[in-house]
């Protein structure tokens, strides 16, 4: 039987905090590894609803589709769409060979405030 407020807490915690190692990232124009870790900002957040709907830890996946889906949550297509665009960036930081077009530091830090955006929105509904 698992803890399910310290897992939930877990993940939050390593949200924010990989939130904060986003912004410094972009800061520092590592424009590839701050939209990694703006995924794995989403991720965490994501496993703490998994977490809180199945009462299980949630799957070994980074896929933001597949693991929402095994929420509670109802995303409107906006964030669908953000999620799939966060996507691209966790397979550069895995998979070497894998090479996303990098986008204008406005459009990064479009995804940096949608990141914030939508971390606060997911902690609300914890």
């Not at 960036?89 to 405030?113: A, F, S, T």
Request: net charge negative; glycine share 4%.
């Amino acid at each position: 039987m698992i803890n399910i407020e310290k897992q939930i807490d877990y993940c939050i915690n390593g949200a924010d905090d990989d939130l904060l190692t986003a912004k410094l990232l972009i800061q520092e124009k590592r424009i590839l590894h701050g939209l990694f870790f703006c995924h794995l900002v989403i991720e965490k957040a994501i496993k703490a609803h998994v977490v809180k709907h199945t009462g299980e830890i949630a799957p070994k996946s980074h896929n933001l589709i597949y693991l929402s889906e095994k929420t509670n949550l109802t995303l409107d297509s906006e964030t669908e769409i953000f999620l799939g665009i966060l996507m691209k960036y966790q397979l550069q930081g895995r998979y070497p060979d894998y090479n996303p077009i990098v986008p204008d530091i406005l459009k990064v830090n479009e995804y940096l405030e949608t990141t914030n955006t939508l971390l606060k929105w997911l902690k609300e509904r914890l």
